[in-house]
């Protein structure tokens, strides 16, 4: 079992439509990251939470650690949304990133 | 401010070279780290420098290492290539060893 899991593996939308991505993991962390990358390889840190909420434009984080479960929502999608989107956390045993398989998203205009 | 660069970007080499990357973080950021992105295995940590010295590694074989100059840029090397280090090497620094993390573009490696 992989310590960072992600649903859905892909996910295809219309655009307008709301959009939740999830991630749960089993390791005692310090933080998690959701990070997006784009075809070509770049990847871009979207949020960085160590508990609650944080919100940026259209995106929202949202993080229980009790529950070790954090969600990525996006609101109003938009095709320039396609994209995968990766959590990670920083555990506190290793001092390092351990990703999630990421989240195919694609969005239809 | 620049942004994380890696050279090179793209690069072709035979099994048994050996390869030498480079990322330069952003400037007065002290730390980087190296990650292996590969469609099977996804993401994984390679290693982390923080001013010249190696902080954290991975689980990778010998056959892959780095440095980190004075300077902060860094470089990381892989003898003996093997087809399975195809990969996309992600290298990303912050201030001084904290969480946040500010990614380059990636150097997409392929061994034929």
């Known amino acids: 079992k992989n310590e960072v899991e992600q649903s859905p593996q892909n996910l295809t939308a219309q655009e307008g439509e709301f959009i939740t991505i999830n991630c749960s993991y089993s390791?005692?962390?310090?933080?998690l990251h959701w990070l997006q990358q784009h075809p070509g390889g770049g990847i871009v840190s979207l949020f960085m939470?160590?508990?609650g909420k944080k919100k940026h434009g259209r995106l929202i984080a949202t993080i229980n650690i009790q529950e070790k479960h954090s969600s990525l929502h996006i609101t109003a999608s938009h095709p320039r949304d396609s994209a995968v989107y990766i959590c990670?956390?920083?555990?506190?045993?290793?001092?390092?990133?351990?990703f999630g398989e990421g989240t195919q998203l694609t969005v239809n205009p | 401010k620049a942004g994380v660069t890696q050279t090179p970007r793209y690069l072709i080499k035979t099994r048994g070279q050996q390869v030498t990357l480079s990322c330069s973080p952003i400037?007065?950021?002290?730390?980087v780290s190296w990650y292996q992105q590969t469609p099977g295995q996804g993401l994984q940590f390679l290693f982390e420098?923080?001013?010249?010295?190696?902080?954290n590694k991975g689980n990778f074989p010998g056959r892959f290492s780095g440095r980190q100059f004075s300077n902060s840029r860094s470089e990381m090397n892989v003898s003996t290539l093997e087809l399975g280090d195809s990969a996309l090497y992600l290298c990303?620094?912050?201030?001084?060893?904290?969480?946040?993390?500010?990614f380059g573009p990636g150097t997409r490696l392929t061994v034929t």
């Open positions: 400037s007065g950021h002290r730390s």
């Open positions: 990670a956390v920083w555990e506190t045993s290793g001092s390092r990133l351990t």
């Open positions: 420098y923080f001013s010249e010295t190696q902080r």
């Open positions: 939470l160590s508990s």
């Open positions: 390791v005692g962390i310090s933080a």
């Open positions: 990303a620094s912050n201030l001084a060893g904290g969480y946040e993390q500010y």
